[in-house]
């Protein structure tokens, strides 16, 4: 069993930058794969990035070039550093850790980015 508690969202403006955490109980989180995903209000849940167990991460079109995600096993946290942020970012922002078949969910953080 994992559990996932997301942190770091807020309110910033146009151009500015956030760092959420996706801290994980459990012992043997760094063989878990990560994926942000971001829901707005009344819109499906997309995918954001991940980050494979071996560090490798990769990102969707929107946010390619100002999204960054690593991570830290010894403190059982991923981290997602947004930059350059826009008001279309605004969003729920779950992480999820997976391993073969079992799938764990975050509660999510809110992210606005407003003027």
């Known amino acids: 069993q994992v559990q996932l508690v997301e942190s770091g969202g807020g309110l910033v403006q146009p151009g500015g930058s956030l760092r959420l955490s996706c801290a994980a109980s459990g012992n043997i989180f760094s063989m878990y794969g990560i994926n942000w995903y971001r829901q707005a209000f009344g819109k499906d849940r997309d995918w954001v990035g991940g980050i494979t167990s071996g560090g490798g991460a990769n990102y969707a079109d929107p946010v390619k070039g100002r999204f960054t995600i690593s991570r830290d096993n010894a403190k059982n946290t991923v981290y997602l550093q947004m930059n350059s942020l826009k008001p279309e970012d605004t969003a729920v922002y779950y992480c999820?850790?997976?391993?073969?078949?079992?799938?764990?969910w975050g509660q999510g953080t809110q992210v606005t980015v407003s003027s």
């Open positions: 999820r850790a997976h391993r073969g078949a079992n799938v764990y």
